[in-house]
């Protein structure tokens, strides 16, 4: 694909060159766009600030999945952005207060990037880290000392929890979002610990805090949910983002929920079967972590939960996610929640039975991907209990 401007390792490499040159000092005045969390040697961890080698009016473009996704940028423009970011970074330990973790609190609350000379112990040494779960991050080094030079814009909002020492994460995540702060923004105030109880508050790798928000705000809206209707059809939705396609099947039933995700080859053969892997949750939700699906089964789970909110309806959902080739590098866990929602976004299709569904889910699956669907559907457990359990409505 070089040459088509959709090689992601062209783009890693054009911004090695273009920054390579900013990056030979130890001294930075930039605008930082996010705190950074990592999780090796928990409890003592790296905690870094990231920013661009130099200010521009678009910085706030370096971290903005949602704007990302809206625009359709392609992996290398994203690769571009977040291989320019430095990770300038320190290590603490998650419940120690030091000077430099107020400075990351201040630039996560922050509702734009905020003005910060950044001192090295070193030049960075540039590296694209690639992580299933978060965005890319580029060069790093150790920090010996950085310093906010103008007032973080923080909202009214988000200084009122961070104030409010005795409201749970979980309700400050919540009453945030409901205030139209995004699940983005949202987990990194969750990362730094400015969220919670008093006693309660530390640092969460941002890794973790990422499927943390995801799953706190799903599981609110699953609450709401419950107390609606069930939908009276059988829907079908379809869509894509960066190659990953999301196929979401709405059976007329109680909240229960199942997601499988697949790598189709080109050109498969429709006759064999594919590696998938799966987590559910019935009606009562699920005790332990989606070791299956990991982080993208929250995110997935969250976009079907808007848009049943959205319909004021519940229903048993299948989602099946196809990885395909054109997903050329990992980007992180935000890919998949924003191809859910564009899945999502797109006029479903209505049947009146849900063996019309199936037989269209069919018809699409070996179109696309030249791939059985019936390999999953009869590995699934939520169709299992859709087929066999005998509707309350039947006896009366």
Not at 158 to 184: C, R, S
Request: overall charge positive.
């Amino acid at each position: 694909d070089c040459g088509k401007g959709k090689c992601p390792i062209c783009a890693r490499n054009n911004a090695i060159y273009r920054i390579k040159s900013t990056l030979n000092k130890e001294e930075f005045t930039s605008d930082a766009v996010a705190p950074f969390v990592g999780r090796f040697g928990y409890p003592n961890i790296n905690v870094g600030i990231l920013a661009p080698p130099e200010q521009s009016e678009d910085s706030w473009l370096f971290d903005a999945p949602k704007y990302w996704a809206s625009e359709n940028f392609e992996i290398p423009r994203i690769v571009d952005f977040r291989s320019s970011l430095l990770n300038s970074r320190y290590n603490v330990n998650i419940r120690k207060r030091i000077k430099l973790i107020e400075i990351s609190q201040d630039i996560a609350m922050s509702s734009k990037p905020v003005d910060v000379d950044i001192h090295l112990q070193e030049k960075p040494k540039f590296h694209l880290n690639l992580d299933s779960h978060m965005a890319p991050t580029g060069p790093n080094a150790k920090l010996k000392k950085a310093t906010i030079t103008e007032n973080p814009k923080i909202h009214t909002k988000v200084y009122k929890v961070f104030d409010d020492i005795d409201l749970k994460a979980n309700e400050a995540v919540n009453y945030l979002y409901e205030n139209n702060f995004d699940e983005n923004f949202l987990s990194k105030l969750l990362s730094v610990g400015t969220l919670g109880l008093k006693k309660g508050r530390k640092l969460v790798p941002t890794r973790w805090s990422i499927t943390a928000t995801d799953d706190i705000i799903g599981k609110n809206l699953i609450n709401e949910i419950k107390d609606y209707n069930e939908i009276n059809s059988y829907y079908s939705f379809f869509g894509s983002y960066l190659g990953n396609y999301y196929l979401i099947l709405m059976f007329s039933d109680v909240w229960s929920y199942e997601l499988f995700e697949t790598y189709v080859p080109q050109n498969w053969n429709f006759s064999k079967p594919l590696k998938y892997t799966t987590d559910y949750e019935s009606h009562y939700g699920r005790k332990e972590y989606a070791f299956g699906t990991v982080g993208g089964y929250y995110t997935v789970r969250l976009a079907i939960l808007e848009k049943l909110k959205e319909m004021k309806r519940q229903a048993s959902v299948l989602a099946l996610r196809f990885i395909t080739y054109e997903y050329s590098m990992p980007l992180g866990v935000w890919v998949t929640r924003e191809a859910t929602r564009k899945s999502m976004s797109i006029k479903p299709i209505e049947f009146s039975s849900k063996e019309l569904m199936l037989e269209y889910a069919r018809k699409l699956v070996k179109k696309r991907f030249r791939y059985n669907v019936d390999f999953l559907l009869n590995a699934s457990r939520l169709f299992r209990n859709v087929k066999q359990q005998t509707k309350l409505a039947k006896f009366v």
